[in-house]
């Protein structure tokens, strides 16, 4: 018994070694992957002429990260001359790569806006100028164009098919470091960003830092499914959050960009938002799910197509639409013209709606209240005191009742944060057409139940919800 003791340590020991020898096996090799694929990635760099005598040059921001680390990363970067009318030396601002052996290439559009010049740089340190094809904003795609033969390309993948949990693979110039490779996974799909409507960001927990921005996030099998375009940040450096743009998404907006210099995107004509728990609950859905819509904009694709304020879209063209941002995602993706069947809640009942998606326009316009008039009323219940829409605003607005609110006393109003000046077009379902019927319907509203109030602020319309105790 003692000799067995002795050997267990033993034992154990070449158990942890085989552990350990199995993960490493498990462990991807990536050298096969970027010995084939750096060739085709290059480093972007930009001077940008301002009329002042002392001229700017975009580089990467080094702000936020620690004393150390940033004097370390100014040291390795070259000196920019200073003073009089010299131009500064550009600086790497960022990546991108090859799609064409012609010499078309990809990047960010923030890589390269508000550009006068725009420098290549390729794998074997040979520079050359690029022409800016086209670019967009929206999915901050830029397309750009050397002169060039049998140039090295990188291989297309497909983003649809990536997988979360798969590895993936970043080569960029972070800081100006070129052909940096990082590696990590792919965190999830479909991410909506703020301000980012139309892109299904793919998340990764892949090493992104500034200067990789329009570079490539390869798939195991060599393939590009995405351009890394933003991080999540708290310091100005890397914590695991990075937001690459599908492949998808972006060939398609680079061949609309060849073809023709801009991009165009379905539209519906509709402000939308989130179903809650509590908006699900007032609406009669049995979960929070779909795209509630908050707004109908006049003789858009949507007010033609017959939906309706308060709609709640739960499915386009057989895609289902879980969460709100699903909805701009698979209309943007659709051309003008197109015919979309949209799935919606209305009144507790499913119904099917058929219409013609419109092309996006280039500006949205919202409408702010105007000087409220009319006659008031006073509701103790909310807590509000309310006037009904002159008829200049109700033309404003394209509104064909609501009344505005002129007061705000403490009460549920005040608790859901109601302000002066918000118009109430709708509650607890129902139309409001009048101070008068806005007055019945708050006499009436159930307690202790989720009930939902339709609220125009500045021109934008969204849906809250709120509870009258007993």
Known sequence: MPRLKSCLPILAAFLLLGQMATAQADLPDFTPLVEQASPAVVNISTTQKLPAK????????????????????????????????????????????????????????????????????????????????????RTDVAVLKVEGKDLPVVKLGKSEDLKVGAWVLAIGSPFGFDHSVTAGIVSAKGRSLPNENYVPFIQTDVAINPGNSGGPLFNLAGEVVGINSQIFTRSGGFMGLSFAIPIDVAMDVANQLKASGKVSRGWLGVVIQEVNKDLAESFGLDKPAGALVAQVLDDGPAAKGGIQVGDVILSMNGHPIDMSADL?????????????????????????????????????????????????????????????????????????????????????????GLQPGDVITHLNNQPITSAKVFADVAQALPKNRSVSMRVLRQGRATFITFKLAE
């Not at 975009?58 to 070259?78: H, I, T």
């Not at 990546?95 to 074997?124: K, M, Q």
């Not at 013209?337 to 009144?347: C, N």
């Not at 219940?381 to 009742?401: A, Y």
Request: aromatic residues 2%; charged residues 30%; proline residues 7%.
């Open 54 to 137: 002392a001229a700017v040059v975009n580089q990467p921001d080094l702000e936020g990260l620690p004393p150390a680390l940033r004097e370390f990363f100014e040291r390795s970067m070259p000196q920019q001359p200073r003073g009089g009318d010299r131009q500064r030396e550009a600086q790497s601002l960022g990546s991108g790569f090859i799609i064409s052996p012609d010499g078309y290439i990809l990047t960010n559009n923030h890589v390269i806006a508000d550009a006068d010049e725009i420098i290549v740089r390729l794998s074997d340190r040979s520079e050359l100028k690029a022409k800016l094809v086209g670019t967009d904003p």
């Open 328 to 416: 701009p995602h698979l209309v943007g993706g659709l051309k003008a013209g197109s015919k979309a069947s949209l799935e919606v809640i209305r009144d507790g009942k499913r119904k099917t709606l058929d219409l013609t998606v419109g092309a996006l326009p280039d500006d949205d316009k919202d409408g702010t209240p105007g000087p409220v008039g009319g006659s008031e009323h006073s509701s103790n219940r909310l807590g509000v005191s309310v006037v009904e829409l002159t008829d200049e605003q109700k033309k404003t607005f394209d509104l064909k009742g609501g009344v505005v609110i002129k007061d705000v006393q403490d009460g549920p109003a005040a608790l859901i």
